[in-house]
């Protein structure tokens, strides 16, 4: 029985890699992209959320490259990211504090990125719509746009 099975595995293994060959010199633009170093499956549209909670500007740093990291691997028209701000990391995008993030959350904006700020973390820490980078959108509360953003199928991640 075992003796049957082989045969069958590489002809299934060598009619997979004429696909996947055929597929990549095709070109088309919609294909998936493979992750064939942990799960084999195709990504045809990844959603992403990024949750920042704390003031700490290297976890932010950490965010922003994290999705520059992504966009190497797939066109950022190929996919949907979206910050979500609340408690002291409201802080991180005021205008008066953006520093050498500011550039990078403006060029990753230019790209799609959306950057949802917590109206309740914004009042707990004093700050008004004018306070914030212009690229930021606030929301009523954080933890209901996450959880929106989680029933819509997007991964979250926190760094």
Same mark, same amino acid.
């Given at each position: 029985m075992k003796r049957s099975v082989v045969p069958i595995l590489v002809m299934a293994l060598v009619l997979g890699c004429g696909y996947a060959a055929a &597929? %990549?010199?095709a070109g088309a633009p919609l294909s998936p992209v493979v992750d064939g170093r942990s799960t084999g499956k195709s990504v045809l549209y990844p959603k992403l959320v990024m949750h920042l909670d704390w003031d700490r500007e290297e976890v932010l %740093?950490?965010?922003l490259e994290n999705v520059k990291n992504l966009f190497k &691997?797939?066109?950022p028209e190929r996919a949907s990211v979206h910050f979500v701000m609340n408690g002291k990391a409201v802080n991180l995008f005021r205008k008066d504090r953006a520093g050498e993030h500011g550039k990078a959350i403006k060029e990753l904006s230019a790209k799609g990125? %959306?950057?949802k700020v917590c109206r309740n973390a914004m009042a707990n820490n004093g700050l008004a719509k004018d306070d914030m980078l212009d690229v930021c959108e606030i929301v009523p509360a954080?933890?209901? &746009?996450?959880i929106i953003l989680q029933q819509d199928g997007y991964a979250y991640v926190k760094p």
């Open positions: &597929e %990549k010199d %740093k950490l965010a &691997e797939i066109p990125v %959306k950057f954080g933890i209901v &746009e996450l």
